[in-house]
Structure formats: C-alpha cells, structure tokens
C-alpha cells in the first residue's frame, strides 16, 4: 500500500497533536457585554431655571446615573425626561434660605447652556421636610463624589451667596436685631417694662434662624471631597 494523505498522516509528535486539539475546539472571540448602568434615585424637590413662586412643587424625584462617559443627572420637566452628562455641569452653589421658622437647604446645579436646577431638603409647599433632609445630605454626598473626580479647575463648588447680597443680608440682619432684640430688651431692663418680655421672646426666635442663615451663606468656594455641613443640616 502508498503512504497516507498527509492531511491524515499519522501524527508522531504528542506537543503536536495537542496544539492542533486546542486550536481546533477553542471557543470563538466575542465581544465582551459592557455592564449596565447604574442609577441612585433620590425622592427630592426641585426648581428648574428660576422658577420660585408656586402653591404646590409638583416636581420631585432626581436620579445619578452611573455609565461610565455618560454618566448623568436625570430629572423629568412636564413628563419629559432631561438627562444632563457630569461634563454639562460647570459649578455647584450650596445656599441655605428661610422663611422666619425653619431652615431650607439648596443644591443649584449650573449647566453650560446657562440653564440650571435647584434641589432642596423642602416640601411641596416650599417649606423645609425634616424628614427628606437625611436624602438630601445623602443626595449632596453622592452628587459630590461623583464630580470630584473631574480635572481640577472644570467645576467650580461655591458656598453661600454672592459678597454683595451677603452684605445686604448683614446689614437686615442688624437692623431687625435692634428693633425685635435689642429695644425690648432695654425696654425691661432699664425702663422695667415686663411687657417687653413677650416681645424680646418672640423676636429672638424671629431673628435667630436668620442669622444663623447669613453665617451659613458666607460666600466662599470649598472642596468638593467635603462638602459644608453646615449648608446639609
């Protein structure tokens, strides 16, 4: 008999015929799935663009979403979804405001479109929800990790209010402690008014969380790794 094909030649090299045995059942090349995005929703209300008078918020409801370059902030305007990417966003203002009672805290995120969004620890009704101000601080926390991880310089984080109106609010700030604070109390110490009493009582606490607002309202810029406390509380 001749010799064999040689595609069927008997093989006489064992590292060989093992070299081909893989070649020929290795599992062929796919791409690899990219993971799916992750988004952190946070039941907060917000203000888009300026809008500050209403009876009732109707707008709540915020989500970080996580995918890599396209990592973004969602929010819905009228039923329609905005998505705006981490790179859309070039500064961070932490205010703190008050109505005479209570303290609200606010998160005004800037775009480059000049468009922005405020999300606050208050209610429907623009007044402060004690029990979304954990969320809140959960939602700044969050917010600021994320975005402390751009290029230095590419977002600006700014605390308070600007040097101009803080000066104003100073300045009001003096002249309701003279009249609610400072006259009752020479009313009853001096002239021995006792009556005055009722009203040093409630301008102290008409007065207090107003001040205690321009302290948190000191205009400065901070570090996005430690976002004010004081400005979360």
């Known amino acids: 008999m001749g010799a064999e094909p040689a595609s069927f030649a008997p093989e006489n090299n064992p ?9 020929r059942y290795a599992p062929p090349m796919i791409d690899p799935v990219p993971p799916p995005s992750a988004s952190t929703a946070f039941d907060l209300y917000y203000l888009q663009n300026g809008k500050r008078f209403f009876w009732r918020n109707p707008n709540h409801g915020v989500s970080l979403i996580d995918d890599g ?19 859309d966003i ?28 405020v999300v606050t620890d208050g209610g429907a009704s623009g007044e402060v929800d004690h029990d979304r101000t954990p ?37 009001t700030g003096v002249i309701a402690g003279l009249l ?36 948190a309202n000191r205009p400065r810029d901070y570090d996005p790794r430690h976002p004010p406390g004081e400005l979360m509380d």
């Open 15 to 23: 590292q060989r015929v093992l070299t081909r045995t893989r070649i």
């Open 69 to 87: 370059h396209e990592s973004a902030i969602l929010w819905h305007n009228e039923g329609k979804a905005i998505r705006r990417l981490w790179t």
């Open 90 to 117: 070039v500064s961070i203002n932490m205010t703190a405001g008050t109505t005479g009672k209570e303290i609200v805290n606010n998160c005004r995120i800037n775009f480059r479109n000049g468009r922005f969004l």
């Open 135 to 171: 969320v809140y601080r959960d939602f700044v926390r969050a917010l600021h990790r994320r975005l402390a991880l751009a290029p230095p310089g590419a977002i600006r984080f700014v605390a308070g209010v600007s040097q101009t109106r803080h000066t104003v609010m100073l300045v």
């Open 180 to 215: 609610f604070i400072v006259t009752p109390l020479v009313l009853t110490l001096f002239l021995r008014d006792w009556r005055a009493l009722g009203p040093l009582a409630a301008g102290t606490v008409f007065v207090w969380p107003f001040f205690k607002v321009i302290g």
